[in-house]
Every structure is written in structure tokens, then in C-alpha cells.
């Protein structure tokens, strides 16, 4: 059973900074680009930035944010940093492998002074 557990969100002040982190289980890991998504009340989801299977590759939505991985632990973070009541999200961990893609709960992050 594939599992993909979120964590590190929490609430933070303009500016501040926070580590998401992503573990993903049941699957062989160093074959799925991993991905980190959000979705704030009222919006759509978006991609926030991804990561290719062996971490060569990466693609981000805002320059604030780095995306990367560890294989031997199964975990992608993400890091964001100088944060904005406008990044207030819901932030998501996808897995993706050809037509194979997983999603975690959702980890909740709020910047507000």
C-alpha cells in the first residue's frame, strides 16, 4: 500500500521561513518524480515546484522556494523561504510515475504576523 505523509507545516510570520518534508512508502521511490502542490481556500490547486526521479531536474513555480530530495530515505522537502500571507496553502506531496500518481493529506501552512 502506497503511503505519502506530509509534515513541517505550521504557522509562521511574514518573512519567516519553513522545511515541508515528504516521506512516500509502498513504492520504489527513486523511480517517481516527486512533486509539491498547494491550494489556498477558494483557489485551485498548483504546482509549487517538482523534482525528476534522480533529482537532476527540478522546476519551481517561485524562486523562494527549493525543491530536493533524499532516495535513500524515501523523502522530498521542500524549503521556502522570505514567506508571504499569500503562500497561506494547504501544500500537497505528489508522487508521479507514468499513469501512477499519489497524493498525501496535506500538510497546512499559515504566514500571518
Known amino acids: 500500500q502506497v503511503q505519502v505523509v506530509e509534515s513541517g507545516g505550521g504557522l509562521v510570520q511574514p518573512g519567516g521561513s519553513l522545511r515541508l518534508s515528504c516521506v512516500a512508502s509502498?513504492?520504489?521511490?527513486?523511480?517517481?518524480?516527486m512533486a509539491w502542490h498547494r491550494q489556498a481556500p477558494g483557489k485551485e490547486r498548483e504546482l509549487v515546484a517538482s523534482i525528476s526521479s534522480t533529482g537532476a531536474s527540478t522546476n519551481y513555480a517561485d524562486s523562494r522556494f527549493t525543491i530536493s530530495r533524499d532516495n535513500t530515505e524515501n523523502t522530498v522537502y521542500l524549503q521556502m523561504n522570505n514567506l508571504k500571507p499569500e503562500d497561506t496553502a494547504v501544500y500537497y506531496c505528489?508522487?508521479?510515475?507514468?499513469?501512477?500518481?499519489?497524493w498525501g493529506q496535506g500538510t497546512q501552512v499559515t504566514v500571518s504576523s
Open positions: 505528489n508522487a508521479k510515475r507514468s499513469s501512477r500518481s499519489y
Open positions: 509502498g513504492l520504489t521511490f527513486s523511480m517517481y518524480a
